[in-house]
């Protein structure tokens, strides 16, 4: 997807996996931000068939840069049908898990929600409840053995050690020189939103803070931490 003013660095979502990922939220009866309802084994349903062959030919072009991966939020929604792919199904890399592992990059959900609406996106889900369901079911779709949580904020106090973290649990060598390399690409002038609210007030639903702080847990980063870096 190409830099826009609100992103000028890009955001690195490959067109085709959120082109298929929007079809599957159709043939759902939802979209991004209208998550659809789903029951159990909706992945395996006949009606995703041609879709499944869609996403196995896409799969394909990758095949010869393992290992590789690719970002969407949209993820978090459809994860159960990329999971039941066959692609994915039969470990290859590492003889271990599954081959599909996941990043679960969590943000404080006050600043997800104001950055919606700043740049002028106009959720049909209410917005704090799109960030509640977008966690809640990508921790849902994943067994903890397969995914990692990582909190924005850390990144900005000690990056390092995150993208160490990070990479030993991908099984991915890196030098050090790649993860300063990398490094530099953290921007302050991109961090648009900073929200200071105590998640634990009492006008804040408790699911929301509950799971905020789960995920703040998995992650190993305090909640105090990512309100007062």
């Known amino acids: 997807m190409p830099a826009t003013s609100d992103n000028r660095s890009g955001y690195w979502e490959h067109r085709k996996f959120s082109d298929l990922n929007d079809e599957i939220l159709k043939e759902l009866g939802g979209t ?6 789903t029951s159990e084994g909706w992945a395996e349903q006949e009606r995703f068939n041609d ?17 590789w991966g690719w970002k969407d939020p949209r993820n978090s ?11 994915f199904k039969t470990p ?14 969590v943000r404080n959900p006050f600043d997800v929600f104001y ?16 960030w509640f369901l977008y966690n809640q079911m990508a921790l849902n779709s994943t067994l903890p053995e ?58 804040v639903d408790p699911r929301i803070a509950n799971l905020y702080q789960a995920l703040c847990r998995e992650a190993d980063h305090s909640l105090s931490a990512s309100q007062n870096n």
């Not at 459809?78 to 999971?83: A, G, N, Y």
């Open 115 to 130: 950055s919606l609406r700043d740049r002028q996106y106009t959720p049909n889900a209410a917005g704090l409840n799109l």
């Open 77 to 87: 929604l459809t994860l159960p049908f990329w999971i039941s792919l066959g692609s």
């Open 92 to 105: 290859f890399l590492y003889g271990q898990g599954t081959n599909l592992k996941t990043v679960i990059c």
């Open 146 to 203: 397969d995914r990692i949580v990582t909190h924005y904020e850390i990144y900005f106090s000690a990056p390092r050690a995150e993208l160490r973290r990070v990479l030993e649990f991908l099984h991915l060598p890196a030098s050090e020189e790649l993860i300063e390399r990398s490094i530099t690409a953290i921007s302050d002038e991109l961090r648009h939103q900073q929200f200071r609210e105590v998640m634990a007030e009492e006008n």
């Open 51 to 67: 879709l499944r062959i869609k996403a196995e030919s896409l799969l394909e072009e990758f095949r010869s840069h393992e290992p």
């Open 32 to 37: 991004w931000d209208f998550p659809p309802v």
